[in-house]
T-cell receptor
Framework: DQQVKQNSPSLSVQEGRISILNCDYTNSMFDYFLWYKKYPAEGPTFLISISSIKDKNEDGRFTVFLNKSAKHLSLHIVPSQPGDSAVYFC????????????FGKGTRLHILP | EAGVAQSPRYKIIEKRQSVAFWCNPI?????LYWYQQILGQGPKLLIQFQNNGVVDDSQLPKDRFSAERLKGVDSTLKIQPAKLEDSAVYLCASSSGTGRGGTFGSGTRLTVV
């Protein structure tokens, strides 16, 4: 049973345009949702998170939107840059219970010149 | 702040051999995770420690995998005997439970031949 789903294995976006990565979840008990970025031969790096009580969090070029009724979140990258080419993982975390972090399968983002 | 340290970076073993991985988390992080990431998939949680106690090991193949976290700091993950399907990257992460997810090490890439 996959609790965090990323249905797009890959995405190609022109440099300078907006990249939108999507994620769906099934467990309404998650407290935080997180996005990680992963380059080859490195561990995932934390990018941005959002509390389940918020609907938007922004950090520079990165914005995460949360739609709790739809159990859906998205990561927007504006403008997209060549260094953004990587695999992006959506994850969800429960706090004050077991602090578990569950990952999706990832979306490979290609930024085209 | 020093990151999560893992060793070795790479390991190649024959099936039925044993192997051990080591992780040193960020100082003060009570929660430590071991994840298995098979190529093309997201990280799968194997075991989670809170200090030196196990919180979740439901997806750890206990007939061949074992893990310990002595004194609530460093941790080792062992596989004995290894199978071909154990070929993966083994990621260690630690967390302080603040909703910023876990901080990951660079991982150990295991190849079983």
């Amino acid at each position: 049973d996959q609790q965090v789903k990323q249905n797009s294995p890959s995405l190609s976006v022109q440099e300078g345009r907006i990249s939108i990565l999507n994620c769906d979840y099934t467990n309404s008990m998650f407290d935080y949702f997180l996005w990680y970025k992963k380059y080859p031969a490195e561990g995932p790096t934390f990018l941005i998170s959002i509390s389940s009580i918020k609907d938007k969090n922004e950090d520079g070029r990165f914005t995460v939107f949360l739609n709790k009724s739809a159990k859906h979140l998205s990561l927007h990258i504006v403008p997209s840059q060549p260094g953004d080419s990587a695999v992006y993982f959506c994850a969800a975390q429960t706090l004050n219970r077991d602090d578990k972090i569950i990952f999706g399968k990832g979306t490979r983002l290609h930024i085209l010149p | 702040e020093a990151g999560v340290a893992q060793s070795p970076r790479y390991k190649i073993i024959e099936k039925r051999q044993s192997v051990a991985f080591w992780c040193n988390p960020i100082s003060g992080h009570a929660t430590l995770y071991w994840y298995q990431q098979i190529l093309g998939q997201g990280p799968k949680l194997l075991i989670q420690f809170q200090n030196n106690g196990v919180v979740d090991d439901s997806q750890l193949p206990k007939d061949r995998f074992s893990a310990e976290r002595l004194k609530g700091v460093d941790s080792t993950l062992k596989i004995q005997p290894a199978k071909l399907e154990d070929s993966a990257v083994y990621l260690c992460a630690s967390s302080s439970g603040t909703g910023r997810g876990g901080t990951f090490g660079s991982g150990t890439r295991l190849t079983v031949v």
